[in-house]
């Protein structure tokens, strides 16, 4: 049994003031309970800010307000998401399960640490976990791994759903700290591994991510979510695909895309983007603009099948858009 400090604050401010080294802020506790079972994360002092005041889901003329404490399965069902943005609403949806998102809070996800087994098991190595220790995955069960933005240290996945949607909406978090707050864009807020990727984010020590922010997009109402995993439930990512269009008639006059479960933080195709421009989003063009979808990727031994299933889960996305 090892002792605990436990305290929960009535602000932020109490919340900053509070934090010193080891401390670790509980929201949800779908992860950091978890973790702490686990071993994985052993904090000194547990801040619970579940009570804070930052809740709500507040629409505004230039962006959409999401408080990071308001919880998954509220943000999922409120009517704005719901129809202005069906790419968050499914996404959220087709994360963990009924239960878990009644309970885990939005900045909680976007915060959530990989699934890789071996980060889990405290008897592996593991460079996440314990730098320099080794990465058993590289050789290892891979089969969910990632094949983009991956390095020798590191291969793990980002597990969040409701990550790659934001991505391919351009949305920022807010971060709050002593000093005060400061908005990053969610793309340049997750890091990729390189040799450090114990360090997985720009979140400095004691900062709480406090909302996130959704610029307006009319054309947002055209986008969806795909999921393909091994089992229709409580399960994560082998691809996914986040995408919203602009049509006019049937010629793409803009689009946004993201893709998860391939690679080590949400991940925007530009490329892909730029060939569908101005074609008509019809499946032989969608086909035809997808094939690069997959550049640079370096697959493992068992996830050689991500690249293909990439580029079918990406068009299978963009032409359910079509109609
Ligand atoms: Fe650890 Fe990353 Fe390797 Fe998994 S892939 S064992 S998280 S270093």
Redesign the pocket.
Known sequence: MRPIDFATPTSVEDALRRFDAGTAYLAGGTTLVDLMKLDVLTPDKVLDIDRLPLRGVHPRRDALHIAALERMSDVAAHRTVVQDYPVLSQALLLSASGQLRNMASIGGNLLQR?R?S??RDIT?A????EPGSG????EGVNRG?AILGTSE????THASDLAVALVALDASVVLTGREGSRTVRLDDFYRV?GDT?HVENQLRPGEILTEVIVPSLHWARRSTYLKVRDRQSYEFALTSAAVAVDLRGRTVRDVRIAVGGVATKPWRLPHVEQALLGQPLRESAVVRAVEHAADGALPLPYNKFKPALLRRTLARALTSLAN
């Open positions: 990989t890789c071996y980060f592996s593991c460079n996440k976990r990465c058993p995955a590289r791994h240290s590191c291969v793990a591994p990727p």
